[in-house]
């Protein structure tokens, strides 16, 4: 029973860190499935600004969104993502499209602020921190408040228009 504890405690606060913009953000570990290169994304007609279609993924179909785009630190700006990072939402996984991913850190719990300020206008309700390493700040984010249940409707209805 110990063990689990301190099993469980050693995966808190360990973020996959990325980068948009010049600027370092961070996901929670166990909320990431895997990173890919980007590769060939087929477009969906109508879809959302931020939507950038479905890329194919071993085999699987999956939803890309432009997070700058969602965000909206990407405006008027070519998509300049490499990297998306695969999570999984209500049990179907989604795609985030950002410009790098970096590195796994783990913060410890004094060097993580709950009380997130605006950060170059990324609204508050995506922000679940910032956590603090060395002389850097990494924007910790919030995936449950990524997307409203009619968005997420929309991805996964979308899903089968592709054919990649």
Not at 29 to 43: A, M, S
Not at 88 to 96: C, P, Q, T
Not at 116 to 127: D, L, N
Request: charged fraction near 30%; glycine fraction near 8%.
């Amino acid at each position: 029973m110990a063990q689990t504890l301190v099993k469980e405690k050693q995966s808190d606060n360990k973020y996959v860190i990325f980068t948009m913009k010049d600027e370092e953000y961070g996901l929670e570990v166990l909320q990431v499935h895997e990173i890919v290169r980007i590769e060939k994304i087929i477009p969906v007609p109508h879809a959302q600004k931020y939507f950038l279609g479905m890329m194919d993924i071993r085999g699987k179909v999956i939803p890309i969104i432009d997070l700058k785009e969602k965000l909206g630190l990407g405006e008027g700006e070519p998509m300049s993502a490499q990297r998306a990072i695969i999570i999984e939402v209500e049990k179907r996984r989604i795609g985030l499209a950002v410009d790098r991913v970096s590195s796994v850190v783990q913060f410890k719990s004094e060097d993580i602020d709950q009380g997130p300020p605006a950060v170059k206008s990324v609204h508050t309700r995506y922000i679940s921190g910032i956590g603090k390493v060395k002389e850097r700040f990494i924007v910790l984010m919030n995936l449950q408040h990524l997307f409203s249940g009619e968005e997420l409707g929309e991805l996964f209805s979308r899903q089968h228009l592709a054919k990649v």
